[in-house]
């Protein structure tokens, strides 16, 4: 069975200058999750999603930060503009549902803002 | 709001010398911990989930325990391919996970 999958695995922007990532969530799976990991912490929740609906996006800065999950399938994560504080490692990851049920992750876009 | 403090930060061992990575929490409404491994460069890998106080779980070298207050990851006898940062996250009763800072394991042979 397929993983989680992310592209691109690596980006490098200039500052001010807007970024798109993509997540494919496994097959099957309802709710998909965005989320934010800097150098030697944990991951973050940015949003979720159960199918195409946005249920918390509670921690994600709306100022320049967008998401959407179109056909509550595949899922795109921007921001516009980009700052020096957000680079960092954006990851995604998707469960059959909520509650307990387990989250899988995929291996994750580096942002490198110069 | 709920804490996740995992000790120690790093933990250096000889292969085959067994040890403990220490998860504590505060949570209103534990519904599960979780135990992620993560290698360099790459997501989480789901180890286990615990639901319940006295709850353990075993998979090859790994143990996960879970008290009231806190979650052992037991390593025995470790190898060099277990050299991982190794993460605990609690989760609510709402879907909510909270992920602690890691445990850098380095395994030399």
């Known amino acids: 069975e397929a993983g989680v999958v992310q592209s691109p695995r690596y980006k490098i922007i200039e500052k001010k200058q807007p970024v798109a990532f993509w997540c494919n969530p496994i097959s099957g799976h309802n709710t998909l999750y965005w989320y934010l990991q800097n150098l030697g912490q944990g991951p973050e929740l940015l949003i979720r999603y159960e199918n195409e609906e946005a249920v918390d996006d509670s921690q994600l800065p709306k100022d320049r930060f967008s998401a959407e999950r179109l056909k509550g399938v595949d899922s795109t994560l921007k921001i516009q503009p980009a700052e020096l504080g957000d680079s960092a490692v954006y990851l995604c990851?998707?469960?059959?549902?909520?509650?307990?049920?387990?989250?899988?992750f995929g291996p994750g876009t580096r942002l490198t803002v110069l | 709001e709920d804490q996740v403090t995992q000790s120690p930060e790093a933990l250096r061992l000889q292969e085959g010398e067994s040890s403990s990575l220490n998860c504590s929490y505060t949570v209103s409404g534990l519904r599960g911990l979780f135990w992620y491994r993560q290698d360099p460069g790459k997501g989480p890998e789901f180890l286990f989930t615990?639901?319940?106080a006295g709850e353990e779980k075993e998979k090859e070298r790994l143990k996960a325990t879970l008290t009231k207050k806190e979650s052992f990851l037991h390593i025995t006898a470790p190898k060099p391919e277990d050299s991982a940062t190794y993460l605990c996250?609690?989760?609510?009763?709402?879907?909510?996970?909270?992920f602690g800072k890691g445990t850098l394991l380095t395994v030399n042979p």
């Open positions: 996250a609690v989760q609510r009763l709402s879907y909510k996970l909270t």
């Open positions: 615990l639901y319940s």
């Open positions: 990851a998707s469960s059959l549902g909520t509650g307990a049920d387990t989250q899988y």
